[in-house]
């Protein structure tokens, strides 16, 4: 079924799990990442940056990720990354996406809370779940370099006050980690992700998440992360294969020989991946 941000990140509260949140890159790897999904018996969020939105269109994203997933029988939310233009995100949500992130992190606090806001007003009476972000996450975020000096960690009494007034359906939070990491790993602040989860009442995200240690995903998750993002991982696989299979083979063998591997390898990252946001050594929270 294809399912908006709300939906899923309220399972993932009763199942006391994540929602893994996958970057496409094109459309080759699509169909794979949701059959992973399927398999593992778990939702799915494709995630797609403006530029591949554009590169493949947006109404044709939603309408491939609509047949997917009624053809397989898998929960599946379509998601505008990072996104800053409300021109671009108003266009996504006209086209069907179900789910929008505006990233006012690099306004001041009070211009961050308007704008999303106004986000907020267009896409719920359309039934699209907004995630607004507070705090700066490290590494290179839509071409746009963020040094360590310059990273800004959430502070609690902001997640209140910002999720009160915007009603955001999820809150991205930076507690150390950084987007494009994938040669070494971060520590995440998790006295700091305490600290917000036992004041706010949102589901919490975790962007960069392949710099992510994945012995922290089960105290990550069991503090209130439900969105958790994976892209750079896979994006230096699927080329890594790609660039093997192309390497090796003749000019007028079929295309479809050199990708397939390629969506392989992404498809059983996303299962890996899947199968440690499902926490299953944590118990289910128990609600009355």
Same mark, same amino acid.
């Given at each position: ?57 947006? *109404?044709?994203?939603? /309408? =491939? $990720? ?10 599946? %939310?379509?998601?505008? #990354? ?25 306004l001041p606090f009070k211009e961050n809370i308007a704008k999303t806001q106004a986000v907020v007003e267009y896409a719920h009476p ?67 992700? *305490?600290?917000?989860? /036992? =004041? $706010? ?10 710099? %992510?240690?994945?012995? #922290? ?9 439900r969105k958790f993002n994976v892209g750079t991982e896979l994006l230096v696989n699927w080329t890594k294969t790609a660039k093997d ?37 944590s118990p289910i929270k128990q609600t009355i």
């Open positions: 079924m294809y399912k908006n941000l709300k939906q899923v990140t309220e399972t993932a509260e009763a199942l006391n799990m994540t929602i893994g949140a996958f970057n496409t890159h094109n459309l080759e790897m699509l169909p794979e990442m949701i059959r992973a999904a399927k398999e593992m018996g778990a939702p799915i969020i494709i995630q797609t940056s403006i530029d591949t939105a554009k590169y493949i269109g947006y *109404k044709v994203l939603v /309408a =491939v $990720v609509k047949e997917i997933a009624e053809d397989e029988m898998v929960d599946v %939310v379509l998601h505008l #990354d990072h996104a800053r233009d409300f021109n671009e995100i108003k266009a996504a949500i006209d086209a069907g996406y179900s789910s929008v992130m505006y990233d006012g992190s690099h359309r039934g699209v779940s907004v995630e607004g972000e507070l705090g700066t996450i490290g590494g290179t975020e839509e071409g746009i370099s963020v040094a360590e000096d310059d990273k800004v960690y959430t502070r609690p009494e902001d997640a209140v006050e910002f999720v009160k007034a915007t009603d955001v359906d999820a809150l991205a939070i930076a507690i150390g980690t950084n987007h494009g990491q994938f040669k070494s790993k971060t520590e995440v602040n998790i006295p700091l992700l *305490k600290e917000i989860h /036992a =004041v $706010v009442d949102c589901p919490l995200v975790i962007h960069g998440g392949t710099g %992510v240690k994945e012995e #922290d995903y089960p105290e990550l998750i069991n503090n209130g992360i299979s192309f390497g090796e083979t003749e000019v007028n063998k079929s295309l479809r020989h050199n990708v397939i591997p390629a969506n392989i390898a992404v498809k059983n990252i996303v299962k890996h991946k899947i199968g440690l946001f499902m926490n299953v050594e």
